[in-house]
């Protein structure tokens, strides 16, 4: 099969992130295996998901992972001009379709390279690892890099991400987390606020320690010039709460992202937080004493990447994909999660960031052929007797 018949198969998988992806996992088993090569899957807890990873060539160390996830972000209230399920050719150098270049582009260039890492003489093993619920959270990564350090009796050095990066190294990624604060305060008549405990009110202390946190973090010249904004950024996205002008309100919500550059870490941030929360809790139940304030994490955070100019990923990925320029990125991928387990790791796949998750999203053919060009390299990389 073809980059592109391939491609077009995944396409046809509407697998969305939070759903079963046993479908599309099943079909790239059975590809896989029709070549020879032996896969394992790594289900989720209730068996309706699975990540896949397998091995080609020996099993020694200093292989590379090729990084992919099987899950598109949803087409709904989105005004798509063909059906986002079937990739398209419009005759104008693109393939258009749902995921098409974030990032199951990247996931058929794996596969259709399969063949002939099979047929070649590697010296290093390429493995691929390939997971589910990525654009909800990177849910299933971290699981997968763990067990692909425990499963092999070797162990793997590197990791490309094949996130769309127009082929281009990036290797740094901020870490993020989405968090939904809960108020629960006492209700009255507007006019006895200084009786009761507003929760919108309260609400409003702890966004602006949120935003002041974030300034204070800009004040402290904590930056990265790397990253576009230089610094961590705090944002509140979403309010709820309250009745009518004269009510007091006794329960208020909000939800805010927290993205992180490499330095600042998400979990002290937290903590500095909550400790505000407990004393503004503290104060209030002076007032009313079922005072309450409640942080609910949206998912596990995603750790940031910061791989350095000098590692030799850097350089590996400089000679596949025939970029040289680095780069960084403000989108949450698997990458930092892969980086945790010790791998080398970085991001570098065929198509734009720009044209992942909208309407009409696409890959350029040009891109998809870069792809296959990376995979030709890499193969030739880890069939030279001096890799390493
Ligand atoms: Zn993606």
Redesign the pocket.
């Known amino acids: 099969m073809t980059v592109e018949n391939i491609l077009e198969k995944l396409v046809a998988f509407p697998v969305l992130g939070g759903e079963s992806n046993l479908s599309i996992i099943h079909w790239i088993k059975e590809y896989i295996e029709s070549h020879g090569v032996t896969t394992k899957l790594v289900p989720n807890e209730e068996g309706t998901k699975a990540s896949l990873h397998c091995r080609i060539g020996p099993a020694v160390d200093g292989g590379v992972i090729l990084s992919g996830?099987t899950d598109v972000v949803p087409v709904e209230g989105q005004e798509w001009t063909t059906d986002p399920f079937v990739l398209t050719d419009k005759g104008d150098g693109k393939l258009y379709g749902r995921g098409s270049c974030?990032?199951k582009g990247f996931v058929a260039c794996c596969l259709a390279m399969l063949p002939q890492m099979v047929e070649a003489q590697l010296k290093k093993p390429i493995y691929f690892a390939f997971s589910y619920d990525?654009?909800i959270g990177c849910l299933a990564a971290p699981e997968l890099a763990r067990e692909i350090n425990t499963y092999y009796t070797e162990t793997p050095k590197y990791a490309i991400i094949g996130?769309p990066s127009l082929m281009e190294p990036i290797v740094g990624q901020k870490g993020i987390y989405i968090i939904e604060t809960f108020v629960n305060g006492s209700a009255g008549h507007s006019s006895r606020i200084k009786q009761e405990v507003s929760a919108i009110h309260e609400a409003m202390h702890l966004m602006l320690w949120l935003e002041k946190k974030m300034d204070q973090l800009i004040a402290d010249k904590q930056l990265d010039d790397r990253f576009h904004p230089p610094h961590s950024s705090i944002h509140i996205g979403l309010v709820k709460g309250g009745i009518a002008p004269n009510i007091i309100a006794d329960k208020a919500s909000f939800h805010w992202d927290l993205r992180t550059i490499p330095k600042d870490d998400i979990g002290s941030i937290v903590a500095e937080f909550e400790a505000f929360c407990s004393e503004r809790e503290a104060l209030n139940r002076k007032i009313f004493p079922g005072f309450e304030i409640k942080n609910v994490e949206h998912h596990p955070s995603v750790p940031p990447l910061d791989t350095k100019a000098d590692d030799d990923i850097v350089d590996l990925i400089k000679k596949i994909s025939g970029n040289s320029k680095l780069d960084t990125v403000s989108y949450a991928?698997e990458a930092g999660q892969f980086a945790n387990e010790g791998f080398h790791a970085a991001i570098c796949g065929p198509g734009s960031i720009i044209q992942?998750h909208r309407a009409n999203e696409f890959i350029a053919k040009e891109q998809l052929e870069k792809g296959v060009v990376m995979m030709h390299k890499l193969i030739e990389e880890l069939s030279s007797e001096n890799f390493s």
């Open positions: 996830h974030d990032m990525e654009e996130e991928a992942a």
